[in-house]
């Protein structure tokens, strides 16, 4: 570690010019451990390349010293980028990357102390799913009942908190042995057993194909540097200063990696006063992240990890960035008032210089289909009027299936569009195809692709040649490629079975010889594998018009193969596979200043990090935004309100928000109460171009004294029956009685194609222009059917008038609902003031429990109650039904 790299040399003034007092603070902080807590929007990606540079530059730090640790491809080559133009090309040579390709590199050179070659395969999930079918089928183990989606799931949660398969295995079934060929679990007593035993023979059959999944590349990094001092004490050595990007999105697994790479825990002391290239002890670290925008506990992100790191680091300094150099001050504040009803998260209160902004634009819609038409004429009104193009506008939603009668609105007023988080392109069979010949041709030892491959294309190895191979290989405890090998030993294998697999295996062995001899142009060696594989062969002898689609897209892969040539100075075939591997559903999304003429659909969890002139939140209801999971769990609500700040936090001129008042779920027709983050926001904040819709109309009982906020909805949203788990009379009981009734239970929903509900609203893709469907015009023509204006504008937008039949089965089925509910939904006597914290009371559905905590609003008086078992619950005061004992 003797060469010093070129750095342009930059002064002090240079560094912090252009920042704020806060930003410049973390910038020139001279200490071991920092955290930034940095709010959407506050410039962290300009502070922490900025600090990078500072380190070099001021502190005398060498380039090779600094690992800075991003979540997505794309913002480690922005931050490249940027260091780039702030110290130079040398900036290129840096370790600036995500956790897993960082940990590929370290695998690559050091992986071979805990057995993994260097030459391993990175299982994709859709590769990963494959193999756990493949054990499942062999254990006995009913697909059905626990399909191979669900068992990885368990295995992901295992590895991303270092719980090893064998720890696992002792516990809840010691008799199992992997890699025992015939053995059986069907019958197990204990679904604890059946996760333990295929982790374990899925491990055993990474292993032998010498492969990794994504999950192992963080949790066999961190099992390399606890079990190889030397190697733990090269990367200590080498990595002074560790910076963590999105710190509150961290795992078990990653935590834990950024200390053993730091020395956290070793127990070396640090120098007093040490600083720059020659200081010992731990690493410098600095996180930087925010708790308010922690939204991936469902991926094994743990909030704790940002939230006690100053008890992780005594000695930690927090810096706060709260001014927001993206959105309007009306956003920010409709986002500081959600967020804000986290209990127990340290305050933080963004702020601009930018003004107040327009209004957030509310609606309330019948309907999806109403919503999606709605949102699409402002599409139209907004490009048409005040200047905005497609790219500058997303539609954001909580769930993937909300996006069809919001796609179905955008193709019926012709409006183009990208829906992200649809098939991506390396999981498209012909290039996962494509891409299984080359993981079969870098690793032969990778059985999971090569069984891919065997028959693909179509040349007569079906089931029972899988079957020859398999069964040989699981004798000889050896690969399927091996198997193949030693094709002559094997007794009684048909003479054409023979013959295709010795062709098959003359076919591998020629890509094999040819990509050795051709390593450094991927490009050319996918060329070869496309026609000596016949793949591109047979999708042009097809008819299928969709098979010409196919055949562009592995067009496309060889091109993809060739710029990553042009832009990688060593290109290799296993360079050109780990880029594939790694890439996130992020990374394939335009830059934001890229005008792709399209409007973009996506999940909010996918917008994290994205930013976009106009946007829309759609789906603003109690079960669909919170989720109807979180409804009655107290961190799961906690992460949907931080879902929702995310959300609104992504829009930096324009924000609306949009709701529908009944959605088909499970085919039937549910009524929707609207989203309490609605409530959350203060009222004078949002426009509303209409906040009544038609079934509210009907609803008598939701209008209360007239002085509610919401005109005429009752007192707060937050009166859902899911939201605090009792029975509301607007909630879980009028939903019920839908499903009796088939006229009303398809109001609404996909199946309706005559009438009022899904299809009324342009459900048919080929309908243009205003042609009639059902009781609706649909096409573009939006102003004329909501209300008479083009733009949308007008204060109170109005539906045409429900047919006469339906509206009285609508009547008729509410009725019943109401008397059906009546008894659940009566309001109770009982009084806040008579509710303190230990007071034991019993519920209807949980039975005895004790308060622990009591919130004074009013009528809409809160007390939280721990039902053990049943979990900690929210209830409703005025319409729980509980009894204090």
């Not at 539609?395 to 012709?414: H, V």
Request: include cysteine; hydrophobic fraction near 35%; glycine fraction near 10%.
């Amino acid at each position: 570690m003797n060469e010093q790299p070129e750095v342009i040399a930059r002064s002090a003034e240079e560094l912090l010019g252009g920042l704020n007092e806060q930003q410049a603070e973390a910038v020139r902080y001279d200490g071991p451990a920092l955290l930034i807590a940095a709010g959407a929007g506050s410039g962290k990606t300009r502070v922490l390349t900025r600090r990078i540079a500072w380190l070099l530059s001021q502190v005398g730090a060498w380039p090779s010293q600094i690992l800075a640790i991003t979540f997505t491809n794309k913002a480690a080559a922005e931050m490249k980028e940027r260091l780039t133009t702030l110290i130079g090309p040398v900036a290129q040579r840096m370790w600036v990357s995500t956790f897993h390709s960082a940990c590929v590199r370290i695998l690559r050179r050091d992986g071979e102390k805990i057995g993994l070659r260097s030459g391993f395969s990175i299982y994709d999930t859709a590769d990963s799913q494959r193999l756990v079918k493949i054990i499942c089928t062999e254990l006995n183990i009913d697909v059905k009942r626990y399909t191979p989606r669900s068992i990885l799931a368990h295995i992901s949660d295992y590895k991303n908190g270092l719980i090893d398969w064998r720890t696992r295995l002792k516990e809840h079934a010691p008799q199992f042995k992997p890699g025992q060929r015939g053995s059986k679990i069907g019958g197990f007593g204990d679904v604890e057993e059946l996760y333990a035993c295929v982790y374990a023979e899925y491990q055993y059959r990474l292993a032998t194909a010498n492969a990794v999944d994504f999950d192992d590349l963080i949790m066999r990094t961190v099992e390399l540097l606890r079990a190889d001092p030397m190697t733990a004490e090269y990367y200590r050595r080498k990595f002074r200063y560790i910076l963590v990007d999105e710190y509150q999105d961290t795992n078990h697994a990653q935590y834990v990696l950024v200390r053993e790479l730091g020395g956290v825990d070793s127990g070396g002391a640090r120098e007093p006063g040490a600083r720059g290239a020659g200081r010992t002890g731990p690493a410098w670290i600095t996180v930087v992240g925010d708790s308010d925008q922690s939204i991936y506990a469902f991926r094994g992100a743990d909030i704790r990890n940002i939230q006690e790191f100053e008890k992780d680091f005594p000695d930690a300094r927090t810096i706060l960035l709260e001014q927001n150099y993206r959105s309007t001050q009306t956003i920010l504040s409709a986002a500081n008032a959600v967020i804000a009803l986290n209990p127990g998260r340290k305050p933080k209160r963004l702020w601009t210089a930018l003004g107040d902004g327009s209004k957030i634009i509310g609606y309330a819609a019948d309907n999806a289909q109403q919503e999606g038409a709605w949102i699409a004429g402002e599409i139209a009104r907004l490009t048409a009027e005040e200047g905005f193009r497609y790219s500058d506008i997303a539609l954001m939603y909580r769930a993937n299936a909300q996006s069809r009668s919001l796609e179905e609105a955008l193709i019926n007023a012709r409006i183009p569009y990208q829906l992200v988080g649809g098939t991506k392109f390396y999981e498209r069979k012909e290039v996962k195809d494509a891409m299984a010949y080359l993981q079969a041709i870098a690793n032969p030892s990778d059985d999971v692709n090569l069984r891919r491959i065997l028959n693909v294309p179509k040349r007569g190895l079906g089931a029972r040649a899988e079957a020859v191979l398999t069964a040989f290989a699981a004798e000889h405890r050896t690969s399927v490629w091996e198997a193949l090998e030693s094709l002559e030993s094997m007794p009684d294998v048909p003479t054409r079975t023979a013959k295709l697999l010795t062709q098959f295996r003359d076919l591998m062995r020629a890509l094999q010889t040819f990509a050795a001899g051709n390593d450094g142009s991927p490009s050319e060696i996918v060329a070869e594998v496309l026609e000596k594989s016949g793949l591109v062969a047979e999708l042009r002898k097809s008819t299928d018009p969709q098979d010409m689609t196919r055949v562009d897209n592995l067009s496309q892969l060889q091109s993809t193969a060739a710029e990553y040539e042009q832009n990688t100075p060593d290109p290799t075939l296993n360079g050109f596979l780990e880029t594939t591997a790694l890439v996130a559903d992020s990374d394939q999304l335009p830059d934001g200043d890229e005008d792709t003429g399209k409007v973009t659909l996506m999940t909010l969890h996918t917008a994290k990090g994205l930013e976009y002139p106009v946007v829309f939140l759609t789906g603003m209801e109690q079960g669909t935004f919170p989720h109807s999971r979180a409804m009655e769990n107290e961190s799961e609500l906690e992460e949907e309100r931080r879902l929702a700040y995310v959300g609104i936090t992504r829009a930096r001129q324009v924000l609306y928000v949009t709701r529908a008042a009944v959605r088909a779920q499970w085919g039937q027709a549910a009524e929707m109460l609207p989203s309490q983050f609605l409530d959350d926001i203060p009222e004078n904040l949002i426009e509303w171009k209409r906040r009544e819709t038609g079934v509210d109309s009907l609803r008598g009982g939701w209008r209360d004294d007239g002085d509610d906020e919401f005109g005429g909805f009752e007192g707060g949203y937050s009166s859902s029956s899911s939201s605090y788990g009792s029975r509301s009379r607007w909630g879980s009981a009028s939903r019920r009685a839908s499903s009796d009734r088939s006229s009303y239970g398809s109001y609404g929903s996909s199946s309706s194609r005559g009438g009022y509900g899904g299809g009324s609203y342009g459900s048919g893709h080929g309908s243009r222009g205003g042609s009639s469907r059902g009781g609706y015009s649909s096409g573009s023509s939006y102003g004329s059917s909501y209300g008479g204006s083009s733009s949308g504008r007008s204060g109170r937008v109005t539906t045409r008038r429900m047919k006469k039949d339906l509206l009285d089965s609508l009547t008729k089925a509410k009725s019943a609902a109401a008397a059906k509910a009546a008894e659940s939904s009566r309001p109770s006597q009982l009084d806040v003031a008579d509710f303190h914290e230990g007071d034991r009371v019993s519920h209807d559905q949980y039975g005895l429990g004790k308060v622990i905590a009591v919130e004074d609003k009013g009528r809409n008086s809160v007390i939280t109650v721990d039902f053990g078992s049943d979990g900690v619950k929210r209830l409703l005061l005025r319409v729980a039904p509980i009894e204090k004992l």
